[in-house]
């Protein structure tokens, strides 16, 4: 069955990095594009980064330009991460997502069981 399972997440001070992992199985990962997703404390969903199949085109919402870096690594069946300069506001849920432009929990059927960030002095 497919399985996506995340890892990586914690507390970090403002301006601290993280990097987030979403190991999948159970599908044929290189083919699927894939989404990052978060959730704030008492918020909705928020789509924050997607990249494609090959790892050649990625997408980020506008508030994590320029931060974060999305990759992948077919090989591994894995996609990553990058979150530097981290904001409190960057505090929430972080989810993987089979998919790209994943912004509900409609919008793929598959969703890992998310990572909590905190990003606190």
């Known amino acids: 069955q497919v399985q996506l399972v995340e890892s990586g997440g914690g507390l970090v001070q403002p301006g601290g990095s993280l990097r987030l992992s979403c190991a999948a199985s159970g599908f044929t990962f290189s083919r699927y594009a894939m989404s990052w997703v978060r959730q704030a404390p008492g918020k909705g969903l928020e789509w924050v980064s997607d990249?494609?199949?090959?790892?050649?085109?990625?997408s980020y919402e506008d508030s994590v330009k320029g931060r974060f870096t999305i990759s992948r690594d077919n090989a591994k069946n894995t996609v990553y991460l990058q979150m530097n300069s981290l904001k409190p506001e960057d505090t929430g849920v972080y989810y993987c997502?089979?998919?790209?432009?994943?912004?509900?929990?409609?919008?793929?059927?598959?969703w890992g069981q998310g990572t909590q960030v905190t990003v606190s002095s």
């Open positions: 997502a089979q998919g790209a432009a994943v912004e509900s929990w409609d919008e793929s059927d598959y």
């Open positions: 990249i494609n199949s090959s790892g050649d085109s990625l």
